[in-house]
Structure formats: structure tokens, C-alpha cells
């Protein structure tokens, strides 16, 4: 297996993805971005620092100038423009200029605030991502999308800003929670029904090892979900066409994880939603209505949810917080559908009715009654 994937620009080479076991190999792709009289500045959350902190420096120290470890407490709730503030004021005070660079250590939180301040300081540093959660390694670190909430909007200011370098260790993923896992996988299979439905098969095939958290069947997963997300953000890097494919299952999954005020994690949210889609796409006749049962089945499959019974929601406020989201283009809601088990499309003549209908199934429980 090649642990090395390119991703380009106008067909140029912008950066690579490099995956490994360990972080025994860090030091070695850091140097060859010329850094050897340069800044390193760690920036990790509270929970990731203690536990790959002082590797990671390690491996950093014989190969630049001076390496800082730049630390904010774990949590969405910190991923905003007061942590962005203080890691400013760190910055200017440990004298960072252009030349120097930060380095992301942590899940999807720590890598789009860090790489939002690279994409600011001073008018735009380089940035690496070490992502440590397996929503990180196969979604969030890859594709230069960067930002921080503003009050309780998410993502609502951020850059376009290229990482230099995404290394992933697969091991880091021994140490994530069950829950956290299961949020990496919503995103994955996601990436399979609109893209590959082999890739879907395979993942349903393998999901006892992969709930067991084998290592060499999660590094085949996280590199076919990479080649996936790198292929489409190639194909769009900046979100003018082909890229909404990614928001498959995540109009009605925000709309979901703002009502339960982020009590349920992303991926979790992004289950239902795509549930919830899979539905619409069989009642527009594109997919059997069984094979909508089945991919809700795979997502309970990896420990998601799949039914948004007794979560105290109803289908109107659903419908309303879907209509205040960001997905909406000119007044038009923007919602990605199946033609098909592998293929996906963007769909803008979504009905109220139909989305009534699906969030009613969603309600129905586990086997959609
Ligand atoms: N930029 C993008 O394209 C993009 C895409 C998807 C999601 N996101 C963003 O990513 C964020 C979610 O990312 P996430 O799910 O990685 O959440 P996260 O960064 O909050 O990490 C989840 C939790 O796991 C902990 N953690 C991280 N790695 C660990 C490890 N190896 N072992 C033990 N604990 C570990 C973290 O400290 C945190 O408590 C959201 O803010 C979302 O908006 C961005
Ligand atoms: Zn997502």
C-alpha cells in the first residue's frame, strides 16, 4: 500500500497526505518543507497535547529552529475568535514571522482554528495538520477549508488556506473514544454512498474489524475516504459545484445538531441526516426503499444513530432550523441526493412535504415503523 497521496491544484502539486503507524516519521517530512531555521509552533487541545505532545516535539525539535507547544482547553466551545485572540498574542510575543509555521495537533477543532490563524497571521503563515481523530484524518484536514464559530454560528468566519503537509498517524486512533470513532465513520460511509459503492460494500463487509479498530484495515479505510475527499476537492477546491457532494446527509443533520444544541456530536447528526436523504432518494424512485433501510441499518451498524425518537424534537422546528442554514442558495435549499447507491447529486426542488416525510420515518425508530 502507498502511504502517500498528492493533492493538486490547477494540476499542481500543493501538498502531499502522508499516512504511517506512528508519528516516527514526522521529523523527516517537516524537514523536507525546509524549516531548518525556522519556527515551529504545536498548536493542540487540553486532551491531545498530554498524550502526543511530547512526541511529536521530539520529532520536530532536530529539524528547525525552536518548537513552541501552544495549548487551549478541549471542546467546540473554544473554537473561536478568543482562542484565535490568544494564539495571536503568543505568536507576536515569541516573535513568529512569514517564514514560520504552525503545526495542528488534534481533531477537526484544533486543525480549523489553527489553520484559521495561519490563514490571518500576518496576512497568511504555513500550517501542517496532524489530525488525531478519525473525523480529522479523513474529512476536516483535507481541503484547506478553515474557520472558527461566531456565537452559536457555526463555522460562520473562516480562509481557504491549504495545509503544507497532512501527516496521519493511524495509531492516534487508539486512544479516541468509542463515540468519537463512530462520528469518523458517519462521514465515511457518507463518502461511499456518494461516491463509491464498492467502497459501501466493503466497509459493511469489514465493519466488525473496523469497529475493533484493526489498524491495518483503518489505514485501507482512511486512504480510500482520502483519495475520495481528494478527488472531489480537486475537482472544486473552493465549493462552487461538485463539493456540496460532501454535504450529503448534513442539511438535515445541522439543522438536528443545532436543535439538540450540540448535544449530539456531528457525526452522529450526519447519520440521521443521511438516513434521512437515502429515504428521499427512494421516494423519488432512485433507490429501493429497502436499500434506505439498509444504509440507515449500516449506520447503526458503526454505533450511530438511527432513529430521532425521543430526542425531543419535532419535524417543524427541524424544517425551520433547515431553512436558517448555510446550505440555503438564493432562498433555495441546496440538498444532495442518491441517483443511486455510489453516485450522488445536488438536487434543488426538495419539498417541505418530502422532508416531512423523511424526518417522519426518522421518527419511527429503529425499524422505521
Ligand atoms: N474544515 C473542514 O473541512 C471540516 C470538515 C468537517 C468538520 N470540521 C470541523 O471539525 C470539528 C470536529 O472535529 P472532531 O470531530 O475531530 O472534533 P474535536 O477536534 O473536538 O475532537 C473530538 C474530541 O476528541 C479529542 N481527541 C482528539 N484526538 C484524540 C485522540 N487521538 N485520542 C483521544 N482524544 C482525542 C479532542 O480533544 C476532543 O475532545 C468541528 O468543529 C467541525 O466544524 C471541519
Ligand atoms: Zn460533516
Request: aromatic share 8%; proline share 2%.
Amino acid at each position: 500500500m502507498n502511504n502517500r497521496m498528492t493533492v493538486h491544484r490547477d494540476g499542481k502539486a500543493i501538498y502531499d497526505i502522508v499516512m504511517e503507524g506512528s508519528y516516527d516519521r514526522l521529523g523527516r517530512e517537516v524537514a523536507a518543507l525546509s524549516v531548518e531555521n525556522r519556527k515551529l509552533c504545536i498548536v493542540s487541545d487540553s486532551h491531545v497535547a498530554p498524550l502526543y505532545g511530547e512526541e511529536v516535539m521530539a520529532q520536530l525539535k532536530p529539524v528547525c529552529s525552536h518548537v513552541d507547544l501552544f495549548v487551549f482547553p478541549a471542546g467546540e466551545e473554544h473554537k473561536n475568535l478568543d482562542t484565535v485572540r490568544q494564539l495571536y498574542e503568543f505568536l507576536i510575543q515569541n516573535h513568529y514571522d512569514r517564514g514560520d509555521m504552525l503545526v495542528a495537533l488534534g481533531g477537526g477543532v484544533v486543525g480549523d482554528l489553527c489553520g484559521f490563524t495561519a490563514a490571518t497571521y500576518l496576512r497568511g503563515i504555513r500550517f501542517i495538520q496532524i489530525p488525531t481523530t478519525l473525523l480529522s484524518q479523513v474529512d476536516s484536514s483535507i481541503g484547506g477549508k478553515t474557520g472558527v464559530d461566531f456565537d452559536a454560528y457555526k463555522n460562520m468566519v473562516g480562509a481557504f488556506h491549504m495545509p503544507s503537509l497532512v501527516y496521519i498517524s493511524v495509531s492516534s486512533l487508539l486512544t479516541l473514544s468509542d463515540e468519537q470513532f463512530a462520528c469518523g465513520m458517519g462521514e465515511i460511509i457518507k463518502h461511499g454512498l456518494i461516491k463509491d459503492a464498492g467502497y459501501y460494500q466493503w466497509l459493511l463487509e469489514h465493519a466488525d474489524a473496523i469497529r475493533k479498530r484493526n489498524l491495518t484495515v483503518c489505514a485501507e479505510m482512511i486512504q480510500v475516504s482520502n483519495r475520495i475527499k481528494r478527488n472531489v476537492v480537486e475537482a472544486d477546491p473552493t465549493e462552487q459545484g461538485e463539493r456540496a457532494l460532501l454535504n450529503f446527509g448534513h442539511t438535515l443533520g445541522h439543522a438536528i445538531e443545532k436543535l439538540m444544541d450540540f448535544q449530539l456530536l456531528h457525526g452522529q447528526c450526519v447519520a440521521l441526516g443521511c438516513a434521512a436523504a437515502a429515504y428521499l432518494s427512494a421516494m423519488r424512485g432512485f433507490i429501493p426503499m429497502e436499500e434506505a433501510e439498509r444504509i440507515k441499518e449500516a449506520f447503526g451498524a458503526f454505533k450511530l444513530p438511527v432513529s430521532i425518537k425521543g430526542m425531543n424534537l419535532s419535524i417543524p422546528e427541524i424544517l425551520a432550523a433547515t431553512k436558517s442554514d448555510k446550505k440555503m442558495d438564493s432562498g433555495v435549499i441546496k440538498f444532495i441526493l442518491l441517483r443511486t447507491v455510489g453516485e450522488a447529486y445536488i438536487d434543488r426542488t426538495v419539498t417541505e412535504q418530502e422532508m416531512t416525510e423523511s424526518l417522519a420515518w426518522l421518527l419511527g425508530g429503529q425499524d422505521g415503523q
